[in-house]
T-cell receptor
Framework: SAVISQKPSRDICQRGTSLTIQCQVD?????MFWYRQQPGQSLTLIAT?????????ESGFVIDKFPISRPNLTFSTLTVSNMSPEDSSIYLC?????????FGQGTRLTVV | AQSVAQPEDQVNVAEGNPLTVKCTYS??????LFWYVQYPNRGLQFLLK??????LVKGSYGFEAEFNKSQTSFHLKKPSALVSDSALYFC????????????FGAGTQVVVTP
């Protein structure tokens, strides 16, 4: 099974600033996914990060707010830009491995 | 479009009693169904999946789920609940055109009392 490391595990940020979250996988994967889990809510897909092409964003999410990089097959970053308190959430990256989807431990972001 | 529904926000059960967490789905085509569990301050842990084959799927920690195509359901079950099973459970459906891309239900909080 894929092992996924996310950094940072948590952070407290000032509004108006940006935070970049890193996701490292121990194997090469074509697709990586970024999800958001708002407090008390379910997980919502933000975007699909494909190596060698631009990320594909879901409805309600835009590249200017959540720019994504995918420089190689084992790494991706998600940036939360110009943060507001409404961005306080857990952000998780996920990769498919065989017939399963594995998740990182998540990044708990609090915007003050 | 695909969707998944978990009709119960919370399920309360006494330790040792059977546990059932309900999930229904809607997909166009063959469903790929998953159950995940989330403990406080921890990431999502995979419990089990249904792709094809036997309708009764066995997973981690003694959990199992029954796929029912006619009722479009995929309920999670455990014959004898433990206090340590108290957590948030998510049902999810996978996209047939984009493997690994999941649509999650709202989640069901399971509380197991001693």
């Amino acid at each position: 099974s894929a092992v996924i490391s996310q950094k940072p595990s948590r952070d407290i940020c000032q509004r108006g600033t940006s935070l970049t979250i890193q996701c490292q996988v121990d194997s090469q994967v074509t697709m990586m996914f970024w999800y958001r889990q708002q407090p008390g809510q379910s997980l919502t897909l933000i975007a699909t990060a494909n190596q060698g092409s631009e990320a594909t964003y879901e409805s309600g999410f835009v590249i200017d707010k959540f720019p994504i990089s995918r420089p190689n097959l084992t790494f991706s970053t998600l940036t939360v830009s110009n943060m507001s308190p409404e961005d306080s959430s857990i952000y998780l990256c996920s990769v498919p491995d065989g017939l399963e989807a594995f998740f990182g431990q998540g990044t708990r972001l609090t915007v003050v | 479009a695909q969707s998944v529904a978990q009709p119960e926000d919370q399920v309360n059960v006494a330790e040792g009693n059977p546990l059932t967490v309900k999930c229904t789905y809607s997909v166009s085509g063959n469903p790929y169904l998953f159950w995940y569990v989330q403990y406080p301050n921890r990431g999502l842990q995979f419990l089990l999946k249904y792709i094809t084959g036997d309708n009764l799927v066995k997973g981690s920690y003694g959990f199992e789920a029954e796929f029912n195509k006619s009722q479009t359901s995929f309920h999670l079950k455990k014959p004898s609940a433990l206090v340590s099973d108290s957590a948030l459970y998510f049902c999810a459906v996978g996209a047939t055109d984009s493997w690994g891309k999941l649509q999650f239900g709202a989640g069901t909080q399971v509380v197991v009392t001693p």
